[in-house]
């Protein structure tokens, strides 16, 4: 038994500079700004390639602002309930009101640096997920709550993951008829003055996620996984077929010197497939990085040390035409790293079976975006 989770929804940034990133994503990534959400404190802006939807929210100038002005909640920390009426008592189910100024579908980071912390999964049940996951000992930063608009209801969760400050939100969007999500407006025309323009057809053909890498200190690994399993019914599966399955996928040649290790999440029960269940596109893996000892200083520990602790260190776009993707972007004014020019001309990995977890796309990490998640944009 595990909160099983359906598909990826969206992942959301929290940056100082939300009208820099957004420039970013669709005059460099063609990504296309889709849905808005503004209060006269904050925005929260999402942005859509094929599958792939960001949500950049604003982060509050203050540095003491709380959680959404709530508290953490935990039935294993921080409280003290003898039965589950107690519990329910206690936390009720949460309505969003029109008109607030709470950071909707997500929680405020306490935390001091632009970061990527929330990858939100689609579920069938967030009441059930939310019994299951309360007594695995989660703890939650927003209870189960309801949005609702003129097109059905939609009902979230968010509960807090075992690596530094990424959060899951689970989201119920079978009672809703809508695109997207409640509360937040549709963008169907051109905007000028320097904002994002909408409706990006230049070539471009990014259709999905396709990874989501996890900086981690050393020896987090096994316990990264271990909670993934128990909670949302996650299985590892090997980067490499001679890969050992407790040293994980190991480089050290070249100066680099990573331990990878992978995951992916099973959509019931029954399958374990790498597809989600509408087969429209692929499961979005999770792979978690460390830095081998005496290696010196890289990525990794780069990461740790400017992101203050484990995070999410890079996102995985995948690409059916990785050489015309990476041409379009180039002239956009993405600026890529330098990995072997075969990479990108005769695309060795292009046979290898997407069970693997080894696609062409693995190779496709453009620095902005890189840099977006090191939280280093301006």
Known sequence: MAAFVSRLHHIALHVRNVDKVAYDLVQKFKFNLFF????????????KKGAAVFIVNERPNSPHFGLNGGSTLSSTSGTSLKS???????????????????????????????????????VEDVESSFKFLRKQGCVFLVPPTEVCDDKGVVTYMVVKSIVGNVNHTLVDRTRYDGSFL???????TVMNNGRPTVKNTESCPISHFDHITYACPRMLTPQVIRWYERNFGFQRF????????????????????????????????????????DKKEPVCKFVIAESLPE???????????QHRGPGIQHIGLYTE??????????????????????????????SVPEETGRSPCLFLV???????CLMTLS
């Open 295 to 305: 290696q010196g200083s890289n990525q990794v520990e780069t990461f740790l040390e």
């Open 321 to 350: 035409d990785i050489v015309s993707t990476a041409q379009t972007m180039a002239q956009a004014g993405v600026h890529f790293f330098s990995p072997p020019p075969a990479y990108y001309t005769e695309k060795p990995l292009a």
């Open 36 to 47: 808005t959400r503004e209060t006269e404190s904050f925005k929260q802006l999402a942005f």
């Open 84 to 122: 589950e009426q107690e519990w329910n008592k206690k936390i009720g189910k949460g309505k969003y009101k029109n008109g607030t100024d709470s950071c909707l579908y997500d929680v405020y980071p306490q935390y001091s640096v632009d970061t990527a912390c929330n990858v939100c999964f689609e």
């Open 366 to 372: 453009p620095q902005e975006l890189w840099l977006l």
């Open 182 to 188: 409640p509360g937040f407006q549709e963008v169907d």
């Open 238 to 277: 090997f980067i490499e077929s001679n890969e050992d399955v407790d040293e994980g996928f190991v480089l050290s040649q070249d100066g680099i010197g990573l331990r990878l290790t992978a995951m992916y999440w099973k959509s019931s029960e029954k399958g374990t497939q790498l597809l989600s269940p």
